[in-house]
């Protein structure tokens, strides 16, 4: 992968906002290690900067907020290990944002798929266009599997059975079902949404900060009280990143070829 295509996740403060740009638009803005790394390094910079009120993350060029993690990336995996480091680095990252002591919101236009929808998902509040296509298709894309905080989180947000159709029939979420769902918190039109948001997150400067900060932080001990240990999936995340079918997704994705589920 050229260093041209290796994206970038964009940071700048506005009024006491905080806002990450997603930007890698020739590819949905799939995630390369080098835009996780600078999610978490904006994540460090959000949290010592006391002037701000809230953080706004959201996708250049409105087609997406972010389609999963760039599958090329996968092609050097081997072992199970490869498939268990990647998961916690991906945990880390999306633990980092989901425990920013500050309000989080989360501009959804297009498709947030795969390590898009966990980010959003560890975002404090959703807004969304009528564009939005939410979900982990990786049933029908991937075939690997995620790690159990990212799959609690989304039973935490879906319910179980909705979370069964995500993840097992790797169906997509359209906008006004994901509301329904409480899967977002509002569907806005394409030239409302910036203002609408921009007003929710100005909005935390008339809250009592302390308040906010510890809302957030007690809701999220509920939350973890009940989340499962960490490395409870590492079995089926072996399990799948080493299989054949894996292997086979990926040089579909990578060199066009074609392939069949196998079961292995």
């Given at each position: 992968?050229?260093?041209?295509?290796?994206?970038?996740?964009?940071?700048?403060?506005?009024?006491?906002?905080?806002?990450?740009?997603?930007?890698?638009?020739?590819?949905?803005?799939?995630?390369?290690?080098?835009?996780?790394?600078?999610?978490?390094?904006?994540?460090?910079?959000?949290?010592?900067?006391?002037?701000?009120?809230?953080?706004?993350?959201?996708?250049?060029?409105?087609?997406?907020?972010?389609?999963?993690?760039?599958?090329?990336?996968?092609?050097?995996?081997?072992?199970?290990?490869?498939?268990?480091?990647?998961?916690?680095?991906?945990?880390?990252?999306?633990?980092?944002?989901?425990?920013?002591?500050?309000?989080?919101?989360?501009?959804?236009?297009?498709?947030?798929?795969?390590?898009?929808?966990?980010?959003?998902?560890?975002?404090?509040?959703?807004?969304?266009?009528?564009?939005?296509?939410?979900?982990?298709?990786?049933?029908r894309t991937?075939?690997?599997?995620?790690?159990?905080?990212?799959?609690?989180?989304?039973?935490?947000?879906?319910?179980?059975?909705?979370?069964?159709?995500?993840?097992?029939?790797?169906?997509?979420?359209?906008?006004?079902?994901?509301?329904?769902?409480?899967?977002?918190?509002?569907?806005?039109?394409?030239?409302?949404?910036?203002?609408?948001?921009?007003?929710?997150?100005?909005?935390?400067?008339?809250?009592?900060?302390?308040?906010?900060?510890?809302?957030?932080?007690?809701?999220?001990?509920?939350?973890?009280?009940?989340?499962?240990?960490?490395?409870?999936?590492?079995?089926?995340?072996?399990?799948?990143?080493?299989?054949?079918?894996?292997?086979?997704?990926?040089?579909?994705?990578?060199?066009?070829?074609?392939?069949?589920?196998?079961g292995h």
């Open positions: 992968m050229s260093d041209n295509d290796q994206g970038q996740v964009h940071y700048h403060s506005e009024d006491g906002v905080a806002w990450l740009t997603f930007d890698r638009t020739a590819s949905r803005n799939a995630m390369t290690w080098q835009m996780y790394d600078q999610l978490e390094a904006h994540c460090e910079t959000i949290e010592n900067d006391p002037e701000l009120v809230a953080v706004v993350m959201r996708g250049a060029g409105g087609e997406a907020f972010v389609a999963g993690t760039d599958i090329k990336q996968f092609a050097t995996f081997d072992k199970g290990e490869d498939a268990i480091a990647y998961e916690r680095r991906i945990d880390r990252v999306v633990g980092r944002v989901e425990h920013l002591p500050l309000p989080t919101l989360a501009l959804l236009e297009g498709f947030c798929v795969g390590g898009g929808a966990a980010i959003a998902l560890a975002c404090d509040f959703r807004l969304a266009t009528p564009t939005l296509k939410f979900g982990i298709p990786i049933a991937l075939g690997n599997c995620l790690s159990i905080t990212n799959v609690s989180r989304l039973v935490e947000h879906a319910g179980i059975a909705r979370a069964k159709q995500v993840l097992m029939a790797g169906e997509l979420v359209r906008a006004e079902e994901a509301l329904a769902l409480g899967l977002v918190g509002e569907v806005v039109d394409a030239e409302a949404i910036e203002t609408t948001v921009v007003e929710r997150a100005q909005a935390f400067k008339e809250r009592a900060p302390l308040t906010v900060r510890a809302a957030k932080e007690v809701i999220q001990r509920v939350i973890e009280a009940r989340r499962p240990a960490f490395d409870a999936s590492d079995d089926w995340i072996a399990t799948c990143y080493t299989s054949r079918d894996f292997k086979a997704a990926v040089d579909k994705f990578v060199n066009k070829t074609p392939f069949r589920w196998q």
